[in-house]
């Protein structure tokens, strides 16, 4: 699903390797053990606002879902800034995933 290649944004940044459909689940950013983890391909994740992607905390992990529609060896970016409301506030009945 997702891919690390050179960012025009910062550096490496991860990129789609298949069209994504809004609010689709991407995967999970970070976890909670005691303090805040990041898996690798999390920390690639490059700020852009207002950015194709959101995140939202189940338990004790963040999870990263589609923003937008998003094409195809697109690169995958979020508004840092939103990260704290859409921790706090998720837009969508994520039950499933627990």
Known sequence: MIYIADSKIHGKG????????????????CYFDGHWLMYQWGSLVNHCAPGNTYVIK???EIHLFALTD??????????YFRWNKEINEPKLDVSFLQ
């Open 70 to 79: 998003i094409a195809e060896n697109t690169e995958l970016t979020s508004d």
């Open 14 to 29: 991860i990129f789609t390797d298949s069209f994504i459909i809004k609010d689709e689940h991407i995967g999970i950013v």
């Open 58 to 60: 189940i338990n004790t």
